[in-house]
Each structure stands twice: as structure tokens, then as C-alpha cells.
């Protein structure tokens, strides 16, 4: 008897230095086959492509780089999982918030313009672009003077890596750039414009990245506040929002052309990787907090209870799932400090016993340090390498090791910058706790699982059982599950969640003794995170500042 192939979704995963196709069953959320393909240009953030040199806190990307995750990795997908293009009933991207990019009406990238290439502000900004920060602070500055109401929703700070800011960047220092620039969009919406041919906006980016509250965006008024020609610029993003887990349209002739997928296949509607991550981790209920580790973290939450939770990234109505308030939080760096570890801290010993045993550094050091006692080490880091997202909301913000020795050894520091990604992460869910939003879970996902000691580390610190998602393609999958509600397969997300996901509960346990001792280091964290993050010293600013003056003086080398 002839029984018709399963249906299938393929959900595209665009991240920081990669996109990753996943083709996953409908019925159970089975993964069939998967593909990556890595970004030819990565991180633009030393030098454009023609050489020209970029100034500090600058990352843009290529958005060539994008559509080649389309036209190399999902055929690839297909065929890894030997499925037909007949068996794809719906597609669903996500991608890194807030990448924005400046673009003509029709969707081109100013980048891709010949008379616009050379110029920086032309390129889309990932989302780890921190030069706007002059105009984050304006832009809080201007709207607590003016009362906005919206301001509270982003814990009472805007980030720069959001849109307003950075757009505000481009205006002050390229004004031609601006100017040509019809729209100003997300990568999330504009990877869905190149498969669908026409322009659609999601509630996610809009809310959390782009400051839309209550059905609107900051007024003109406000705006022209910070710049007399910003007034217009909602203009350039404003939009129809579509609703999460619904079709944004069809795949176009070219499209299908390029992935290899029928022409006519249900796209649905973008999505930022965190966000659809929370479905394929089952982590959809009231409370229960999700954490996507990886170069950053960042922390997503739903719950019924509506509140202005300092430093929080933003609360957004149906910004994660129908029916509910969003709240996500972030750590800017978290694998990209062990990585700093590992690049800058590694001595050639360590390195070579590394490679004799046949592990990673990385591997090594875990080892290591997963052997001492808490507070072994004599040592208490920040982990601001990267600035501070949540709940400090400053880009400027830099990295600390403070009980230095000549006896302090490389498995020493690596094992504090752990405990201090951990020590953040406790931050955030005290300051949830505190402006009465309980946290009743808590999820990770995640390139970091891997690493037991980090993830057992968490658990003590934080004094309560951790769960994991049991994939290790998180983000691709929750967007496959998106592309099953859009096209029919599933009622809707919390339905396509429960038979797709994929949660194991209580993967970590905290042990008492050293949750006990973490309480005592946690204290003195906290009171260095409010010494050198709420004024008590502004001199990560000055250095900061230091820096930019003495590299804008010194000249390029050849």
C-alpha cells in the first residue's frame, strides 16, 4: 500500500558567523538532515572589504553572505535528509536582533550600490555594532526629560545595538547614507523580502529592537528632539506588523530557484533566533526563563503579569507568543570571553599539553578549573568584555579580573570569567524577581550545553535547577516549528511546541555547599557590578574614551 512521504519544514538559522538549514517532520519534530554554511566575509569589523579601515566598536556584515546560506545550505539540508522539495509544506528564518541595514524601496542594500560601496554606514550593522552609543544615551536622556512612556518597557535604558540608535549614528555622520536609505530594516524581515519579493515586518524586532509600544512607534516630536531631520524617520521602518506563526507569503520563482524549494511554499513570518528558540524548547509557560548561550546570551521570558523590570531588554505584547508579555534580557559576551580566555591566557605549555591529549584548550582549562573549590582561586571578574546588555544597559562598560597573584594560573582566571557569566545571568533573574515578574524555571540552549562544568556552575550559582534543550539546533528548530503553524500543520505555536520541542528537565542540580559558597562571592560581585556600573567609578568610560582619542591620533599603519 502507497502511503503519502511526510510532510516537513525547514527552518534557516542566520547567526553571527554562519546560517545553518535544518529540515525537521512535522508529527514529532524529528530532525532529518541539516547543512551550515559559513559566511565568506564573517565579522566585518577591522576593515571593509576594500581595506577601508572601520573605528573601534564598528561590526557590519555582507548581506551576499545571507543569500548564500539559502542557495548552499538548504539544498544541502534536503539532501542530507533525503527528502524531496514536494515534502516541504512550510519555510521559516530567524536571525541575529538587531542586524539593520539601510535599503532602496525595492529592498537593495545600499551596500550593494556601486556609488555607496565604499562607505561604511551603507553596510548593515550586526547586532554587536556598539558606536552608537553616544546616541543611545542621547535618546534616553531626551525621552526622560520628555516623559516618555514607553521608555520604562526597556527598563529604562535603549540600547546601542538597537534601531533607533544606530540609525541615529548614520544620520549624524553620513547624512547622504540616511537620506538614501527608503527603508530601514532588520535582516529577520529582510531575508523573508528575498524569498517571498515583498517587504514584511514582525511584532518581535518591532518591539524589542524598535521601540513599537501600543500599536506605535516614538512620535516625530520626539524625534526631532534628536535631530531635526530624524524626525522622519519612522517612515523608513513603519509597517504593517504580521503575527508570529503565520504566513508572510509564498516563495517567489527566484527563490525557489535559488534553495531549491517548490515555488509557492509558505514562508513565514521572521523571527529573531532567541525568540523561536523558546518553542523548541517547550519554554512557552508563564515563568519559565530561557537562556540562549553562545558568543552572547540572551534570556527570553513569558508571563501574564505586565511590569517595568529595570534594565530589561524590553516587554512586548505577543513578542514571543500570542496572548502573552515577552521579556528578554542579555549578556553582551559570554563564549566570546572564554574565547578571549583561551586566545590571550593560554600559555604554549598548556597549548601543547593540550594537543598531546588531543583536546581543546578550551577542553583543558574546563578541566582544570572544574577540579578547584569555589573561591579557590582567589579571583572575582566582570563579564563586560563586551559591555553590559541587562541590566546595566551600557556598551561602554568593560571587563575586570580583580585578586591577582604570581601564583595565579590560567585555569584560575578562565574558571572566574565562568562564575561571572553565572553571576550575571543571577543578576537578571533578581531583577525579574524583584519588580515582581516570578521566575518559576529555568532553560538553557545553546552552543555552550557542551561544556558540563559551565552548565553545573550555573545551576549552583544560581541556587536552582537547570533544564537544556535536547537539540543542538535550537534556533532552526523553533523556526521550523514557526514554518509548521504557518502552514497549517499545527494550530498554533504552543500546539507546534509541545509534539515538536524537545526539553530535558532538571539536566543540572544545584549541589548546597557550593550554592552556599557562591552566595558569598555573589555578594561581593554585586558590589563591584554597582561600583564601576552605577557611578561609583566612571573610569571604564574614561579608559574608553582614552583609547578613541589616542587611535583616532595615530596614524594607520601600511
Not at 44 to 61: C, H, I, K, M, S
Not at 265 to 271: D, L, M, Q
Not at 531 to 539: A, E, I, K, M, T
Request: charged residues 20%.
Amino acid at each position: 500500500m502507497m502511503t503519502d512521504p511526510p510532510a516537513v519544514t525547514v527552518g534557516i538559522d542566520f547567526g553571527t558567523l554562519s546560517g545553518r538549514a535544518l529540515v525537521v517532520a512535522v508529527d514529532d519534530g524529528k530532525e532529518l538532515g541539516s547543512a551550515v554554511h559559513e559566511y565568506t566575509h564573517g565579522v566585518v569589523d577591522g576593515a571593509l572589504p576594500n581595506g577601508r579601515e572601520l573605528p573601534p566598536d564598528w561590526a557590519l556584515q555582507i548581506p551576499q553572505d545571507w543569500r548564500d546560506v539559502l542557495r548552499f545550505a538548504v539544498p544541502r539540508a534536503l539532501e542530507a535528509a533525503g527528502v524531496r522539495a514536494e515534502q516541504v509544506v512550510g519555510v521559516a528564518t530567524d536571525f541575529t536582533a538587531c542586524t539593520v541595514l539601510p535599503a532602496t524601496a525595492d529592498g537593495t542594500p545600499l551596500c550593494e550600490l556601486p556609488d555607496m560601496a565604499e562607505r561604511p554606514h551603507a553596510y548593515p550593522k550586526l547586532w554587536r555594532h556598539h558606536a552608537a552609543q553616544p546616541e543611545a544615551e542621547l535618546i534616553v536622556r531626551r525621552a526622560g526629560e520628555s516623559g516618555q512612556p514607553w521608555l520604562g518597557r526597556y527598563g529604562g535604558r535603549i540600547s546601542s545595538e538597537w534601531q533607533y540608535a544606530k540609525a541615529l549614528q548614520v544620520l549624524r555622520e553620513d547624512p547622504e547614507v540616511y537620506a538614501a536609505a527608503d527603508r530601514w530594516i532588520e535582516a529577520a524581515d529582510w531575508i523573508v523580502w528575498q524569498l517571498t519579493g515583498a517587504e514584511n515586518r514582525n511584532p518581535c524586532t518591532a518591539g524589542y529592537k524598535g521601540i513599537h509600544q501600543d500599536g506605535g512607534y516614538p512620535d516625530a516630536a520626539f524625534l526631532a528632539s534628536l535631530h531635526p531631520d530624524f524626525a522622519g524617520f519612522t517612515a523608513k521602518l513603519d509597517h504593517p506588523l504580521s503575527q508570529l506563526g503565520t504566513a508572510a507569503g509564498r516563495l517567489s520563482a527566484s527563490a525557489a530557484a535559488l534553495t531549491g524549494l517548490r515555488a509557492g511554499t509558505v514562508v513565514a513570518v521572521g523571527n529573531v533566533d532567541a525568540h523561536v528558540t523558546s518553542a523548541a524548547a517547550r519554554a512557552l509557560d508563564p515563568g519559565h526563563l530561557l537562556a540562549i548561550m553562545g558568543t552572547s546570551t540572551c534570556h527570553i521570558m513569558n508571563s501574564d503579569v505586565l511590569a517595568e523590570v529595570p534594565g530589561m531588554c524590553g516587554v512586548v505584547r505577543d513578542g514571543v507568543v500570542p496572548g502573552l508579555w515577552g521579556y528578554e534580557a542579555g549578556q553582551s559576551g559570554v563564549g566570546d570571553i572564554f574565547a578571549w580566555a583561551v586566545r590571550t591566557a593560554t600559555p604554549q605549555p598548556y597549548a601543547l599539553e593540550a594537543r598531546q591529549r588531543g583536546i581543546s584548550p578550551h577542553e583543558l582549562l574546563t578541566e582544570k578549573a572544574a577540579a578547584q573549590p569555589v573561591g579557590g582561586h582567589g579571583l572575582l571578574a566582570l563579564d563586560w568584555h563586551s559591555g553590559n546588555r541587562s541590566v546595566l544597559v551600557d556598551h561602554h562598560l568593560s571587563g575586570l579580573l580583580v585578586g591577582l597573584t604570581l601564583d595565579t594560573r590560567p585555569e584560575d582566571i578562565y574558571r572566574a570569567l565562568v562564575e561571572a557569566t553565572a553571576f550575571g545571568t543571577r543578576t537578571i533573574v533578581e531583577a525579574f524577581e524583584g519588580a515582581g515578574v516570578p521566575v518559576t524555571d529555568f532553560t538553557a540552549a545553546g552552543g555552550l550545553l557542551k561544556n558540563t562544568f559551565l552548565m553545573q556552575t550555573y545551576s549552583d550559582v544560581l541556587n536552582r535547577p537547570v533544564n537544556v534543550l535536547s537539540s543542538e539546533q535550537g534556533p532552526a528548530l523553533g523556526a521550523a516549528i514557526h514554518a509548521a503553524v504557518a502552514a497549517g500543520a499545527h494550530p498554533d505555536i504552543r500546539a507546534a511546541s509541545a509534539a515538536m520541542g524537545r526539553l530535558h528537565r532538571d539536566a543540572y542540580l544545584p549541589d548546597p555547599a557550593r550554592a552556599a559558597a557562591y552566595d558569598d562571592l555573589y555578594a561581593e560581585y554585586r558590589a563591584l557590578h554597582d561600583h564601576f556600573g552605577r557611578g561609583g567609578s566612571d573610569v571604564m568610560h574614561r579608559l574608553r574614551a582614552l583609547r578613541g582619542r589616542v587611535q583616532a591620533d595615530t596614524p594607520a599603519q601600511p
